[in-house]
């Protein structure tokens, strides 16, 4: 999926407001995107990103341990 950024964006806010994740997500949006690392941390308004597909998102549980059953 590709998608604009807008004023003062950072990939990770890109990702968290289109995904709604960070983990795992950020470092595959910069392997879709040769040269993004280099453009600094804020990212030029109205650039073209390309964000990976929510089914590619992977989910991670944490496992609950109760003391008191």
């Known amino acids: 999926m590709q998608v604009r950024a807008q004023q003062h964006d ?3 806010a890109l990702c968290w407001r289109h995904l709604g994740a960070t983990a795992n997500v950020v ?7 040769p040269g993004l690392a280099d453009l600094g941390p804020i990212l030029p308004h109205g ?3 390309n964000l990976p597909e929510t089914t590619a998102t992977p989910t ?5 341990v ?3 059953d």
Not at 60 to 64: I, L, S
């Open 10 to 12: 950072t990939l990770d």
């Open 27 to 33: 470092e595959v949006a910069l392997e879709l995107n």
């Open 47 to 49: 650039l073209l990103v």
């Open 60 to 64: 991670k549980t944490a496992q609950v």
């Open 66 to 68: 109760s003391l008191w």
